[in-house]
């Protein structure tokens, strides 16, 4: 039987829309740092993300090929080296910053134009814009030149290229929620079953978190 004081919580959890208890929703965005695709993806998930931050887990999972010839990164990057310091640079904020420090940062180095990503000095001013220094926490991350080619960089970047990999993931950007493949962008949308305004994004995440949590 219930209590008086867990149905006045479960009122308010359901009058907030989500509450801690329940199990968040997944989306996770395959991309390349430098990829037009990538950031046409960000900039509508931009969007959605104010209605979405509630009830989803938002993660970036990064597209590269392993290549043993590549003596700094070991993988390749699609547009070029400067794609693999981009990815790495988000890859380490994922992993030691917060999820808002690596939304801004993406969205402070998109604005920069895709092939200022990854760049010494947009990384500068992006950190600061996103409230962090490199300095702090991911010096070892990213290396002294802040283009991540260390050891904790190139596995980080390995592990990613492989996790797309075993999620199916061909095409940056791949819109992913609780690991289905929901939405590619490349050139155009494309296989968008349930749409890819941010309003489709929107009603997605929520039909995900009424059926997972059973509202
Ligand atoms: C690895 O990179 C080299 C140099 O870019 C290229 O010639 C080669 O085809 C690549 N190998 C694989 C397996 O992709
Ligand atoms: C999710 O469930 C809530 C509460 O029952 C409901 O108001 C809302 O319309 C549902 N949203 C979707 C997209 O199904």
């Known amino acids: 039987m219930r209590t008086p004081s867990l149905i006045s919580f479960t009122l308010f959890a359901s009058f907030v829309g989500a509450s801690f208890f329940d199990q968040k929703v997944a989306v996770t ?27 989803a887990d938002i993660s970036l999972t990064f597209l590269a090929t ?14 070029g080296p400067g794609e693999c310091g981009g990815n790495i640079q988000q890859l380490c904020i994922q992993k030691h910053g917060t999820f808002d420090q690596l939304w801004q940062y993406v969205q402070c ?27 702090d926490e991911l010096a070892d991350c ?4 802040l ?19 075993k999620l199916n993931i061909v095409n940056s950007c791949t819109v992913l929620i609780n690991e289905k493949i929901i939405c590619v962008r490349d050139g155009t949308w494309k296989t968008c079953e349930g749409g890819h305004e941010a309003s ?3 009603r997605q995440v929520n039909e995900e978190y009424n059926r997972t949590n059973d509202l």
């Open 200 to 202: 489709d994004f929107i």
């Open 147 to 165: 283009q991540g080619k260390t050891d904790e960089g190139r596995q980080l970047l390995a592990e990613s290229a492989a996790a797309s990999k």
């Open 29 to 55: 965005l395959g991309v390349m740092s430098r990829c037009p695709d990538a950031l046409a993806c960000e900039a509508v998930w931009n969007d959605a993300l104010p209605s979405v931050k509630d009830k």
């Open 109 to 135: 180095s998109n604005f920069e134009g895709k092939d200022q990503v990854g760049l010494r000095d947009v990384a500068q001013r992006c950190a600061t814009t996103a409230g962090f220094a490199w300095e």
């Open 142 to 145: 990213v290396g002294e030149d």
């Open 66 to 79: 392993p290549n043993a010839s590549d003596t700094d990164y070991g993988v390749v990057c699609k547009h």
